[in-house]
């Protein structure tokens, strides 16, 4: 199978459109986002299952609103609007959008009309949607027929069959609306006529030839992290041209307790890579000794981190010569750098972060069509260990920026130590899946008075921080059952010697940020 017929997801600059994307793909049917900006023949030139129109500006009349091209409905694309897409669609096809004064923003309830139509059909009356909008469509374009309407919206969702257009006032793609996700495969299975058969089979599939095309017989080099998208993207290279690849895997003695031995051990297991692991500890632990600030931090594990990798891959080249190179760049990393056309000759430089010149590979970017829960999906297929693919993010520096005050094997030993325990107990209560990130951080510059047995203490906190997020730009402090940050709390403080308290950190982001550095 080659890549299938996208449904363009555009983009009218609210924060929207890559969830709705998603979405798209949990209904198992490929999707890409472009920009409004993007002529209409450009859209249509990519030969579009269907265009869904996001949410944007609350107002089509508001000054420098984007301007929906008419042209866009002369042809026989199926087209769903969603909120300011619904709004612009209404007024390109000739109905009304109108100031009525009523706002609605959050929670509102729909009122299905008597012919529910194909979009709503046999759904529970009074269905909770979510609405954030200040005009209102008051008219629907002939031959819609109107579908439901909100105490703010006398329009609040129209369709046509035959033209197989149809559109929302409320936002599908937010978990907060029930059944959004249902209206969404209806519009796309039932109104648009598209099949569902966007798989991790035929992702594997289409990306395994692929692969074979771009490299032929030549060699490639990846980087693993330890992380799940390096390993995915390796994994998935391996299983379409086997030991032309080399792996590296730079141990800089930041990991959590059994991160390395997971990726020396299990995943090679798993998958029969050839892996080149370079212990870089001592140098990495020599260059941190003593600094404290984590932007410093941050430079200094960068640099060093190019110099073993570059030193590592002139082994390598001088052995077989290489000419490409793997990352594991994701698709929110491509709609957010502004691309999403071809990058396959840059110099690896500006990925891995500054690769020298003279060191140049081709890329090999397996995942750049991928969210990170297909990416997960993948790895499942491709038989990696549950422990890589379900991982949490963690950053690359490691563990250096979750000691706050200077780095050393003994303190690097202590936050492991009570890492290991609070991972442990999460896992151990089934919820590694309802948090997003777990860091544990040792407050290291930081002593406080305690007692313990008959005697004092004077130990170092550790701060727990879970957080539930969708993508990392904004989250929430994890409410995780009391019973369980006790346990936590109780194994570190007995097990961990150093630690005599553990706090939790209660803030989202914003206004803090997920790590603490
Ligand atoms: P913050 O702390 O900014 O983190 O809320 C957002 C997400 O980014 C991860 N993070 C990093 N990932 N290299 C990485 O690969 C880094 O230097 C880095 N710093 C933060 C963090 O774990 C969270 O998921």
């Not at 944007?56 to 866009?72: F, T």
């Not at 612009?88 to 139509?117: D, I, K, N």
């Not at 099949?195 to 095309?213: F, G, S, Y």
Request: some cysteine; aromatic content about 6%; overall charge negative.
């Amino acid at each position: 199978m080659s890549t299938p017929r996208p449904v363009l997801v555009v983009d009218f600059g609210a924060q929207y459109a890559q969830l709705i994307a998603r979405r798209v793909r949990e209904a198992r049917v490929y999707s890409e986002i472009v920009p409004h900006s993007m002529p209409v023949a450009e859209m249509l030139a990519k030969n579009p299952a269907a265009i869904i129109l996001s949410g944007g500006p609350s107002s089509v009349y508001e000054p420098g609103a984007p301007v929906l091209d008419p042209a866009l409905f002369a042809n026989e694309v199926p087209v769903f609007g969603i909120c300011y897409g619904f709004q612009a669609m209404a007024q390109a096809l000739g109905g009304t959008v109108a100031h009525t004064g009523a706002r609605e923003y959050g929670r509102t309830v729909l009122s299905p009309a008597s012919q529910a139509g194909t979009l709503l059909r046999e759904l529970p009356a009074g269905l909770p949607v979510w609405m954030s909008h200040g005009d209102s469509v008051t008219e629907a374009p002939s031959g819609f027929s109107v579908t439901a309407s909100s105490a703010g919206a006398p329009v609040a969702a129209f369709e046509d069959l035959a033209t197989r257009r149809a559109g929302v006032q409320f936002h599908p793609e937010v978990a907060h609306t029930e059944q959004g996700q249902e209206m969404l495969k209806r519009f796309l299975y039932d109104i648009a006529g598209i099949e569902p058969t966007w798989t991790a089979t035929n992702i594997i599939e289409d990306q395994v030839a692929a692969i074979r095309d771009q490299v032929g017989d030549k060699q490639v080099i990846c980087g693993l992290s330890g992380g799940v998208d390096s390993a995915v993207a390796a994994a998935l290279v391996h299983r379409a041209i086997g030991d032309q690849l080399t792996c590296v895997f730079v141990d800089h003695g930041l990991l959590r307790a059994g991160e390395a031995e997971q990726v020396e051990k299990d995943y090679v297991a798993a998958t029969g890579i050839r892996l080149k692991v370079v212990d870089a500890s001592d140098v990495f632990l020599g260059h941190l000794a003593g600094v404290t600030d984590p932007e410093q931090k941050r430079k200094i594990i960068g640099r060093e981190f190019i110099r073993t990798f570059e030193a590592a891959a002139r082994e390598l080249d001088a052995e077989r010569h290489i000419e490409f190179l793997v990352q594991g760049t994701l698709y929110p990393d491509v709609v957010e750098s502004g691309g999403g056309t071809g990058t396959a000759n840059i110099k690896s430089h500006h990925n891995v972060g500054g690769l020298p010149d003279d060191l140049q590979f081709a890329l090999i970017e397996p995942l750049r069509t991928l969210f990170k829960d297909e990416v997960r999906a993948l790895g499942a297929e491709l038989g990696l260990p549950e422990e890589i693919v379900q991982r949490h993010p963690f950053p690359g520096p490691g563990l250096a920026i979750r000691i706050i005050g200077a780095v050393d094997r003994e303190r690097l030993d202590v936050l492991r130590a009570a890492d290991l325990i609070a991972r442990e107990e999460l896992t151990a209560a089934g919820l590694d899946r309802d948090v997003w990130q777990f860091p544990v951080v040792l407050l290291a510059d930081v002593r406080s008075v305690g007692v313990q047995g008959d005697g004092r203490t004077y130990g170092h906190p550790v701060v727990l921080r879970p957080v539930s997020s969708e993508d990392a730009m904004t989250a929430d402090w994890s409410r995780l059952p009391y019973d369980v940050i006790a346990k936590i709390s109780t194994r570190i403080t007995n097990e961990v010697r150093e630690v005599n308290r553990v706090v939790l950190d209660v803030t989202s982001k914003p206004p803090g940020t997920i790590e603490w550095e």
